[in-house]
């Protein structure tokens, strides 16, 4: 199967701490690697993504990076602010999403 | 540009009474998603369309669920007779492809509780 593996399912920081979430899938035909933030009782929105073709991206705060040989990725959120506060979901191939995590960040 | 629409947003239902939900996906999207996803969880696919046929179904429990794409835009998932454990949110969304590379985009969703 097509499976991803999400990791950590909760993390607590400080403000202004680093946060980094790790997804490992399995299917080394995975070519696009999004992660998406859930709000409590909203949508899941893309928040950043990468191609197969990179090994890192950045937008502002927030990071992808991707290790093909090693199967996994992981996105890196610095200097956190309690709005970064939200269940955060990585997706592989068309529709495997992972378990999620849980992120609180305490002001 | 208008989203995914959704509706209803919430629905709560008595077991083995019928339910159905309605997605209105992005203009000029034509691969449309529905998932389930429940609390603390994330989303799993029930069906995947491409325009108006259904390539990802593997998913859908075919004795109570069924949906349909007609003309390949809005889409409709239904649930006969409900059960108890059908309670959850049921998230459609579109993309502009079906390959791995299509971002997504969510509807609001539709929260169903089974009593």
């Known amino acids: 199967g097509e499976n991803v593996e999400q990791h950590p399912s909760t993390l607590s920081v400080q403000e202004g701490d680093s946060a980094v979430i790790k997804c490992t899938y399995s299917d080394s035909a995975s070519n696009y690697f999004p992660w998406y933030k859930q709000e409590l009782g909203k949508r899941p929105q893309l928040i950043i993504d990468i191609r197969s073709n990179v090994g890192e991206k950045k937008d502002q705060r927030i990071a992808v990076t991707l290790n093909k040989t090693a199967k996994h990725f992981s996105l890196h959120i610095t200097e956190t602010q309690p709005e970064d506060s939200a269940v955060y979901f990585c997706?592989?191939?068309?529709?495997?999403f992972g378990s999620g995590t849980k992120l609180n960040v305490k002001p | 540009e208008a989203g995914v629409v959704q509706s209803p947003r919430y629905k709560i239902i008595e077991k083995k009474q019928p339910v159905a939900f309605w997605c209105n996906p992005i203009?000029?999207?034509?691969?449309l998603y529905w998932y389930r996803q429940n609390l603390g969880q994330g989303p799993e696919l029930l069906i995947r369309?491409?325009?108006?046929?259904?390539?990802?179904d593997s998913q859908l429990p075919k004795d109570r669920f069924s949906a349909e794409r007609l003309k390949g835009v809005d889409s409709t998932l239904k649930i006969q007779p409900a059960e108890l454990g059908d309670s959850a949110v049921y998230l459609c969304?579109?993309?502009?492809?079906?390959?791995?590379?299509?971002?997504?985009?969510f509807g609001p969703g539709t929260r169903l509780t089974v009593t």
């Open positions: 969304a579109s993309s502009l492809v079906g390959r791995q590379g299509g971002e997504q985009y």
């Open positions: 369309y491409e325009n108006e046929e259904a390539v990802d």
């Open positions: 997706r592989i191939n068309k529709f495997y």
């Open positions: 203009s000029g999207h034509n691969t």
